[in-house]
C-alpha cells in the first residue's frame, strides 16, 4: 500500500461515499462473470453501504487524505450475514477498491488489518462469500473454496458465490 494512504474504521458519515465507491466498482468488475440479468438485480442491494456495519468498529477504508474519497473498504464482523456458524467463525463484509486503485495492495492491506483484529477479537476462522470475481484474490490471501453457494440478496434476487474460509 503507498505511504500517502492510511487504513481507518469507518463512521456513518462514510455511508454516502462508499455508495459512490460502490456504485463505480461492483458494475465494473463483476461484469466479466456475471450475467447482465443476474447484475441488474443484484447490483442495486450489494451498491448500497450497510450503516450498522459502517458503525461496527470492524469495518474500514482506505483514503489517500483525511477527508479524501475512499479508495477501497472492507472489513469483517463474528456474526453471520447470512447462517449461524461455529462459535470462533467471522465473516469478511463487502470488500471492494475503486477501479482506478486496483492492483495497489488496498484490499489486501485491509484483509491483513481484518486479519490481525479479527484474531485479537478472539476469532479462529473467516469466512469469506466470495464473488466469482474475487475468489483468485481470496485464495492468494490464504482462503480455500468450500464450495458454490447461491445468496438469497432478496426475493427473487440469487447471486452466486464462492463460500471460502481462512483460518487465523
Not at 489517500?64 to 461455529?86: D, F, I, N
Not at 486503485?101 to 488489518?113: D, K, N, S, T, W
Request: glycine share 6%.
Amino acid at each position: 500500500m503507498a505511504k500517502n494512504m492510511r487504513i481507518r474504521r469507518t463512521i456513518a458519515t462514510d455511508l454516502e461515499p462508499l455508495n459512490r465507491l460502490f456504485a463505480e466498482s461492483y458494475p465494473v468488475f463483476l461484469a466479466a462473470d456475471y450475467a447482465p440479468e443476474v447484475l441488474e438485480c443484484a447490483l442495486p442491494l450489494i451498491t448500497r453501504a450497510n450503516p450498522v456495519l459502517l458503525e461496527s468498529g470492524s469495518y474500514y477504508l482506505v483514503e489517500r487524505q483525511k477527508g479524501g474519497a475512499p479508495l477501497a473498504a472492507g472489513g469483517w464482523t463474528a456474526q453471520s450475514p447470512h447462517q449461524p456458524e461455529p462459535a470462533g467463525t467471522g465473516h469478511v463484509r463487502h470488500l471492494v477498491t475503486h477501479p482506478q486503485a486496483a492492483r495497489q495492495g488496498l484490499a489486501a492491506a485491509i484483509m491483513r488489518h481484518s486479519f490481525e483484529e479479527a484474531r485479537a477479537a478472539g476469532l479462529t476462522h473467516l469466512v469469506a462469500l466470495s464473488t466469482l470475481t474475487a475468489v483468485p484474490f481470496y485464495a492468494a490471501m490464504g482462503f480455500a473454496a468450500e464450495r458454490e453457494e447461491i445468496v438469497a440478496m432478496a426475493p427473487e434476487v440469487s447471486f452466486p458465490a464462492v463460500r471460502m474460509v481462512r483460518a487465523l
